[in-house]
């Protein structure tokens, strides 16, 4: 009975007095629920933002609230600062990039299992990869979020709505209602039902948020979409330099090996080979005693890629187990990889062999 501790009193039975307990009621429900939908709408694309609870929260806001019918006002740089500002007191980025890494820790194990047969440092490096291509795609699409928000929120609130709006998610209780709401007290939920009536700003923020979130959950599979191909692209720009491919990454053209080669040699995953080493010539140069002791081993070379696309100059960069000319057996071997004709000559590349005998 919030509203009517706020209204009521010796004529509490008089019907205007209820009907005033009753927005009473209204606006600290609508003050409170607010504190929680408005931080969920820059999340609307997410499937992480408890759609259950926060479509009860916005049926139950809906129920009591008219959509806006306010006209569309031009975006001006001083009312988008101000919506910028507004956002970062109800949204702050903490809050965002920890639902990215919900997001991560999610998505990663399962692109993990698909790696368990490359040997370890691939898997690594592959990991590597696309945390870091998930956390840039996610951070342009929070940045974009936002940004699609403040212009919302700047075309429909005038300057000193988005001042009133600043004012409150500013406030220790506001915070709390967001962050901590078993803290909030009766007395309190009072006090932002008081302030929501005394400012028409807080209930039109509480019906635009609910345009906002709705119209999102509409373009949800748009936005995915969207993510997911700028998340594809970095994540195959990223593997290049591991050596790992996906089945769904084009190969890297001419221009784009020119550009890994900057960064040094490029891994032979990078390189469209029309002939690489196969079984019969992994057989005939397996280093004798490595095969009489029934050792296996592995070696990496870096060599330049010649204008008729073979290989040249390769120097053995590391191999183990010592001592048994896994290395030796690498540059044996080098004759047998043949690149692409669109593979730049002078190229620098990184070729690397398991060596292993049949059981």
């Known amino acids: 009975m919030v509203g009517a501790t706020i209204f009521g009193g010796d004529d509490a039975g008089n019907g205007r007095r209820r009907r005033r307990a009753h927005i009473g009621r209204r606006a600290a429900s609508f003050a409170f629920g607010l504190s929680l939908l408005a931080g969920q709408a820059v ?12 479509a009860d929260v916005l049926a139950q806001l809906a129920r009591g609230l008219s959509q806006p019918n306010d006209p569309i006002l031009p975006v001006t740089a001083e009312r988008l600062e101000l919506a910028r500002e507004m956002m970062a007191g109800v949204a702050p980025g903490s809050s965002m990039s920890a639902i990215g890494d919900l997001l991560l820790s999610e ?16 898997q690594a490096l592959a990991s590597a990869a696309f945390s870091s291509a998930f956390k840039a795609a996610e951070s342009r699409r929070q940045i974009a979020a936002r940004e699609q928000m403040a212009a919302y929120y700047a075309a429909r609130l005038s300057v000193d709505d988005l001042k009133t709006l600043i004012a409150w998610n500013g406030s220790d209780l506001t915070r709390r209602m967001r962050t901590d709401p078993k803290s909030v007290t009766a007395e309190e939920r009072q006090e932002a039902g008081r302030y ?6 807080v209930l039109k923020l509480t019906s635009l948020v609910i345009s906002y979130v709705q119209a999102q959950q509409a373009e949800k599979p748009a936005i995915q979409a969207a993510f997911q191909t700028d998340f594809q692209h970095e994540l195959c720009r990223n593997l290049a330099t591991t050596g790992v491919r996906l089945a769904t990454c084009p190969m890297p053209g001419p221009q784009d090996l020119a550009g890994l080669a900057k960064q040094g040699p490029v891994p032979a995953g990078a390189v469209h080979w029309l002939s690489t080493p196969q079984g019969p010539a992994l057989s005939r140069y397996y280093p004798e005693r490595a095969q009489r002791l ?3 081993g592995a070696a990496q070379a870096v060599c330049t890629i010649a204008t008729d696309g073979r290989l040249s100059d390769c120097a053995v960069m590391a191999e183990a187990p010592a001592g048994f000319a896994f290395g030796d057996a ?3 071997l080098s004759r047998f990889y043949q690149a692409a004709p669109e593979t730049p000559a002078g ?13």
């Open 196 to 201: 929501a009536l005394e400012h028409p700003a």
């Open 347 to 359: 190229l620098k590349v990184v070729i690397a062999l398991n060596f292993k005998l049949a059981s």
């Open 294 to 296: 029934n050792k296996s």
């Open 43 to 54: 999340h609307a694309q997410d499937n992480t933002a408890g759609p259950k609870a926060g």
């Open 107 to 122: 998505a990663l194990p399962k692109f993990q299992e698909k790696l368990k047969s490359l040997p370890e440092r691939q």
């Open 330 to 332: 690498l540059l044996k």
